[in-house]
C-alpha cells in the first residue's frame, strides 16, 4: 500500500513538473508532502525523486532532472536531513544536472554546497572535485552573464 501511494505521489510530481511549476507552487507542493507524510516515507520520496532524476539526465532531460533534485533537496531538508551524507551527493548530482542544462550559476552555487558539505564529513576527494568544479562553473556563469 505504501509503494503505490509513493508511486501516486511521484507521478503527480512528474507531472507538475512538466506542467513547468513556478518555484513557489513546488515549494508550496513540497510543504503540502510535509505536512502529510512521515519522514520514512519522505525519505522514500526523496529517494524516488533522485532516482527519476537520474533516468531523466540519461535521455538528456536535464532540466527536469534539476527540477526533481530540488525537491528531493527541499523534502531532506524539511526533515532535518541538510546534515546527512546523502544531501551533500544530490547537491553535487543537482549540479551536474545544472551545468548540463547550461544553467551555470545554478550549477557552481550547488557545487560550492556540495563541496562545503563533504568537506564537514571528510570526504576530501569529493569535496575538492565539487570545489574546482564550482568554480569552473561560476567562470561559466560569469561569462554568459557578460553577454
Given at each position: 500500500?505504501?509503494?503505490?501511494?509513493?508511486?501516486?505521489?511521484?507521478?503527480?510530481?512528474?507531472?507538475?513538473?512538466?506542467?513547468?511549476?513556478?518555484?513557489?507552487?513546488?515549494?508550496?507542493?513540497?510543504?503540502?508532502?510535509?505536512?502529510?507524510?512521515?519522514?520514512?516515507?519522505?525519505?522514500?520520496?526523496?529517494?524516488?525523486?533522485?532516482?527519476?532524476?537520474n533516468e531523466?539526465?540519461?535521455?538528456?532531460?536535464?532540466?527536469?532532472?534539476?527540477?526533481?533534485?530540488?525537491?528531493?533537496?527541499?523534502?531532506?531538508?524539511?526533515?532535518?536531513?541538510?546534515?546527512?551524507?546523502?544531501?551533500?551527493?544530490?547537491?553535487?548530482?543537482?549540479?551536474?544536472?545544472?551545468?548540463?542544462?547550461?544553467?551555470?550559476?545554478?550549477?557552481?552555487?550547488?557545487?560550492k554546497k556540495?563541496?562545503?558539505?563533504?568537506?564537514?564529513?571528510?570526504?576530501?576527494?569529493?569535496?575538492e572535485k565539487?570545489?574546482?568544479?564550482?568554480?569552473?562553473?561560476?567562470?561559466?556563469?560569469?561569462?554568459?552573464?557578460?553577454?
Amino acid at each position: 500500500m505504501k509503494k503505490l501511494l509513493v508511486t501516486m505521489i511521484i507521478v503527480a510530481l512528474n507531472y507538475s513538473a512538466f506542467a513547468g511549476e513556478s518555484s513557489s507552487l513546488v515549494n508550496e507542493e513540497v510543504a503540502s508532502l510535509i505536512g502529510q507524510y512521515d519522514n520514512e516515507t519522505l525519505v522514500v520520496i526523496s529517494n524516488e525523486l533522485v532516482k527519476m532524476a537520474n533516468e531523466e539526465e540519461g535521455i538528456g532531460e536535464f532540466d527536469l532532472a534539476s527540477t526533481h533534485y530540488d525537491r528531493a533537496l527541499k523534502i531532506r531538508e524539511a526533515i532535518g536531513m541538510q546534515s546527512h551524507k546523502s544531501f551533500a551527493s544530490i547537491q553535487y548530482l543537482a549540479s551536474q544536472a545544472y551545468s548540463k542544462a547550461g544553467n551555470f550559476c545554478e550549477a557552481s552555487v550547488y557545487a560550492k554546497k556540495a563541496s562545503e558539505a563533504f568537506h564537514k564529513h571528510g570526504i576530501s576527494k569529493y569535496e575538492e572535485k565539487a570545489n574546482m568544479e564550482a568554480k569552473e562553473f561560476a567562470k561559466a556563469c560569469a561569462v554568459v552573464a557578460s553577454r
